[in-house]
């Protein structure tokens, strides 16, 4: 009995460690392949994690929004005093809710829209996939509720309840837009935030809570480190938060080779030198292959970069892994395209460097060039190399469909006029302020139509003004 209880155990002990993940040593070389492939698969996560603990974990943080599940609205039009961020928008307030989901879902509500105004609250998950939308494109202009669920939630839905949307990660943010038909509109948008409502789904029904979820100890940001080996213990923390998706088993059992894998303890002191130094070589090939990628995102039209399919779902994004990094890199957060798309140019028709200081320009656009959206469009100037907005006499910072005394020809056409002095009398209301000296334009497509998205409708040429 003794034998064969020791063989019983012996046999235990060999299923049990062929249960467990197998160590395999890697060659330096093998480490950097490994890690510069990890690291463009990390970047865009690291990137959002970032945002994610200066907006709502980190309270000394200067851009410190809210807790989690607590609904922030930010009723501000921006104009050249705001530098946090370059290419501000003039066109819409924000709103935003950094959302917890380990203990229960997030019930979203928003209000009927009675003056066609636009609105989009958009869900962006730990990978960065636009996993859904709330809006007047996709859910359209009634009022409504909406339950955001992390992954394994297997509750029944509520009565009154339009929609279930589900999550793969325990943590998303909802960023919403509010458009401002101008400066005289900014009540009515403030009404129309002030019907935004987030609550625990427990509290919209008006029951007790579940147990609230361990405390995490979420990793101090630090834009050093990660930048280094120690990339490593970010991701894993991210990838403890994620339900693993089938279709990246095979890629996390590579990853692994360099100690990730989902909450899996990481101490950089104790990697071989020799490897450290490997895996960082493969962070700088990295960063190498995402900035040259950036260049890569899109295609020149009449001047304009138009940039498509590097903002989406899952399934869109589906191995797009580099796209994904290089798009986080060149702007964190974009829009699926069908909901917003973003020319820009610096150049004019005859490829020169935009420049107030030496040109007038005119933007014009036939009848049948009007930027065609079921929303509205805008176009941005901004200072180069800052790319702020500039203080103008008129406070005009973007022209847009939804500008006061916008002035169209007799046949439809429309001219914009886009210079440092103002081109006076009836051509004021068509006036962009320009900078004196290199500026970019940016134009911003607010739900476009469909049937412009493929071929994508392409932006006039900006002319030197005669």
Same mark, same amino acid.
């Given at each position: ?5 020791? *063989? ?25 392949? *490994?890690?510069?492939? %990890? ?29 989690? +599940? ?11 005093? =705001?530098?946090?961020?370059?290419? /501000? ?56 509720? =909406? ?7 297997? @509750?029944?839905?509520?009565? @009154?309840? %339009?929609?279930? $949307? ?21 009540? +009515? ?22 147990? %609230? ?72 090939? %990295? ?13 020149? &039209?009449?001047?304009?970069?138009? $940039? ?12 797009? =892994? ?36 030496? &040109? ?33 006499? $008129? ?27 103002? /081109? ?30 493929? /071929? ?5 040429? *900006?002319?030197?003004?005669?």
């Amino acid at each position: 009995m003794r034998k064969l209880w020791i *063989v019983f155990l012996a046999g235990l002990f060999l299923t049990l460690g062929a249960c467990q993940p197998k160590e395999v040593e890697l060659t330096p070389e093998q480490a950097k392949q *490994v890690a510069e492939e %990890a690291y463009i698969f990390a970047f865009p996560m690291l990137d959002n994690y970032k945002m994610m603990f200066a907006q709502a974990i980190f309270e000394g943080s200067p851009a410190y929004d809210a807790p989690f +599940n607590t609904l922030k609205n930010k009723a501000i039009l921006l104009g050249p005093e =705001y530098t946090t961020i370059v290419r /501000p928008n003039n066109d819409t307030f924000y709103s935003i809710i950094w959302l917890d989901l380990r203990g229960e879902p997030v019930v979203l509500s928003v209000p009927a829209i009675t003056d066609n105004r636009y609105y989009s609250f958009q869900l962006i998950d730990l990978y960065t996939h636009n996993f859904d939308y709330i809006g007047t494109r996709s859910t359209g202009f009634g009022a409504g509720n =909406y339950i955001i669920a992390g992954p394994g939630w297997k @509750g029944e839905v509520p009565e @009154g309840v %339009a929609k279930v $949307i589900p999550t793969e990660g325990n943590f998303a943010v909802a960023l919403g837009r509010t458009q401002v038909f101008g400066p005289d509109d900014v009540e +009515n948008a403030v009404s129309v935030q002030q019907g935004y409502k987030a609550q625990l789904l427990s509290e919209y029904l008006g029951q007790e809570p579940p147990a %609230a979820p361990a405390p995490l100890d979420f990793p101090v940001y630090s834009p050093e480190k990660v930048k280094t080996a120690e990339f490593i213990g970010y991701l894993n923390f991210l990838l403890g938060q994620l339900e693993p998706h089938p279709s990246e088993e095979a890629l996390l059992e590579k990853f692994a080779g360099i100690g990730i894998g989902p909450d899996r303890p990481f101490d950089v002191e104790k990697i071989d030198p020799e490897i450290k130094k490997a895996i960082e070589e493969g962070i700088a090939g %990295a960063m190498e292959k995402i900035e040259a990628k950036t260049l890569e995102l899109g295609e020149r &039209h009449n001047g304009w970069m138009q $940039i498509t399919g590097v903002f989406g779902t899952r399934e869109a994004m589906q191995g797009k =892994y580099l796209v994904r990094a290089a798009a986080a890199y060149f702007g964190l957060w974009g829009n699926t395209l069908e909901e917003a798309f973003y020319p820009e140019t610096s150049l004019d028709a005859d490829g020169e460097a935009l420049d107030g200081s030496k &040109h007038k320009y005119v933007l014009h656009f036939e009848a049948d060039e009007i930027p065609p959206v079921k929303a509205f469009w805008s176009l941005s100037m901004y200072k180069l190399p800052e790319q702020l907005f500039i203080e103008n006499e $008129i406070n005009r910072y973007v022209i847009s469909s939804a500008t006061e005394g916008l002035r169209y020809e007799e046949d439809g056409s429309l001219n914009v006029y886009i210079q440092k002095e103002t /081109p006076g009398g009836e051509m004021t209301s068509n006036w962009l302020p320009a900078h004196d000296g290199p500026f970019s334009l940016q134009a911003r497509l607010y739900w476009p139509e469909p049937a412009q998205l493929n /071929p994508l409708y392409t932006m006039p040429a *900006v002319n030197k003004a005669e």
